[in-house]
T-cell receptor
């Protein structure tokens, strides 16, 4: 059974640029959630995707958007990057019928 | 509002028990979780408890839940140096019958001294 994978591992962007982060869910998991973890903080929920549609969103602006594909993998897109977007971005996959979310290793985004 | 509070640091000696505490605010939360994060890594699910339970034991881990006080604790027996990490408490609110997503505390950094 393959766990949750994310790419890239690290990324450096400049303010105003756009970025796409990718996540492959654990085998058989149909739901993907994205979280932002700033340095020294706990993860904060960005949004969740189920059946290729957004299924819940946290307190993040519209420049944070996402996609889910038929194979349940997902992308997080962030437009017009700001310095405060620098964080570890975590993807978690789950089954809608399950109480467990399993996290990937994260993508470390640095915005200069 | 929704908020999860944890103490930021805990230091113990190898072989002792560690107790990490957490308080949460949303009484509708159906599940409460403990995750472990090692440096530079993602989150590892350690255990979780359903809100109608008082206690759950899983090998060296014991979770205690006081629903009246909205207090959750994680006890690690015979703490080892490999247990050094940041431990996150998380609640999963139940919004009108549908399961919301996880709300995390800021994490407790556990340091285990040999």
């Amino acid at each position: 059974e393959t766990g949750v994978t994310q790419s890239p591992t690290h990324l450096i962007k400049t303010r105003g640029q756009q970025v796409t982060l990718r996540c492959s869910s654990q085998s058989g998991h149909n739901t993907v959630s994205w979280y932002q973890q700033a340095l020294g903080q706990g993860p904060q929920f960005i949004f969740q995707y189920y059946r290729e549609e957004e299924n819940g969103r946290g307190n993040f602006p519209p420049r944070f958007s996402g996609l889910q594909f038929p194979n349940y993998s997902s992308e997080l897109n962030v437009n017009a990057l700001e310095l405060d977007d620098s964080a570890l971005y975590l993807c978690a996959s789950s089954l809608t019928t399950s109480n467990e979310q399993f996290f990937g290793p994260g993508t470390r985004l640095t915005v200069l | 509002g929704e908020d999860v509070e944890q103490s930021l640091f805990l230091s113990v000696r190898e072989g002792d028990s560690s107790v990490i505490n957490c308080t949460y605010t949303d009484s509708s939360s159906t599940y409460l979780y403990w995750y472990k994060q090692e440096p530079g890594a993602g989150l590892q699910l350690l255990t979780y408890i359903f809100s109608n339970m008082d206690m759950k034991q899983d090998q060296r881990l014991t979770v205690l839940l006081n629903k009246k006080d909205k207090h959750l604790s994680l006890r690690i027996a015979d703490t080892q140096t490999g247990d050094s990490a940041i431990y996150f408490c998380a609640e999963r609110p139940n919004y009108g019958g549908s399961q919301g997503n996880l709300i995390f505390g800021k994490g407790t950094k556990l340091s285990v001294k040999p």
